[in-house]
C-alpha cells in the first residue's frame, strides 16, 4: 500500500539506539489508544466505529504494556513525551469540514498504521535478539489489521470512490514526508 519502503539505513539507526526507540514505540502506541477513544468520543454517533475503536484502544493499550515491560527488562525507563514531526506533518493535511475531517482521520491512522507495519516487519527481520524478533513480528501483523481497520471504516461511512481517491492523496502525502524527515531511533 505505502509507495515507498524506509531507507535501511532507519533499521540501523534503530539499532543503534534501541533503548531510544523502545521509548518512542511505548509513546506512539499509548497515544494509539488515546486516539481510539478520541475517536469514540468525537463520533458517539457511529456505532461500527465506536466498538471497533474501543477494541483498538484496548488492543493498542497492550501494546503500550507489552513494549514497557520490554523496557523494565533492560533497566531504562518511559520518556517525555515528544512531538512526533511525521505525524504532525500528516495531520496538517486533515481538511476541516467535518465528513471530510472525519474522512481524513480514518484515512491518516491508516497510513500510519501501514508505516508502522512496513518498520516492525523491517526490525523483526533485522533484529538478532530472537524474542524481540518475534515480538515485532507479531507487532508488524497487528499493525497491518489496523490498516485494514481504518480503511474499512472509511469505506462503510463512505462511498467507495471518495475514499479511493481520499487514499491515493494521503498515500502521496506520507511518501514526501517519509523522504524528507532525518532517520531517527523513532518509529517515525
Not at 5 to 34: I, T
Not at 64 to 82: K, M, P
Not at 152 to 159: I, K, S, T, V, W
Amino acid at each position: 500500500m505505502l509507495l515507498i519502503d524506509s531507507k535501511p539505513a532507519w533499521v540501523d539507526c534503530v539499532r543503534g539506539d534501541f533503548d531510544a526507540f523502545l521509548a518512542d514505540h511505548a509513546a506512539n502506541e499509548r497515544k494509539a489508544s488515546s486516539m481510539a477513544l478520541s475517536m469514540v468520543t468525537h463520533y458517539p454517533d457511529r456505532q461500527v466505529l465506536t466498538q471497533a475503536m474501543i477494541d483498538l484502544a484496548l488492543e493498542e493499550l497492550n501494546h503500550f504494556r507489552q513494549v514497557y515491560r520490554i523496557i523494565e527488562s533492560r533497566q531504562g525507563r518511559l520518556q517525555a513525551d515528544e512531538k512526533d514531526p511525521y505525524v504532525n506533518l500528516l495531520r496538517k493535511h486533515l481538511r476541516k469540514p467535518s465528513e471530510d475531517y472525519f474522512l481524513d482521520r480514518l484515512l491518516c491512522a491508516a497510513v500510519i498504521e501501514a508505516r508502522g507495519t512496513e518498520r516492525f516487519e523491517r526490525l523483526g527481520a533485522a533484529l538478532e535478539d530472537r524474542k524481540l524478533a518475534a515480538f515485532y513480528t507479531t507487532l508488524a501483523r497487528s499493525e497491518a489489521q489496523h490498516h485494514q481497520l481504518f480503511v474499512r471504516l472509511a469505506n462503510a461511512y463512505f462511498e467507495a470512490s471518495e475514499v479511493d481517491q481520499r487514499l491515493k492523496f494521503w498515500l502521496e502525502q506520507e511518501a514526501m514526508i517519509v523522504t524528507e524527515l532525518p532517520i531517527r531511533a523513532r518509529l517515525h
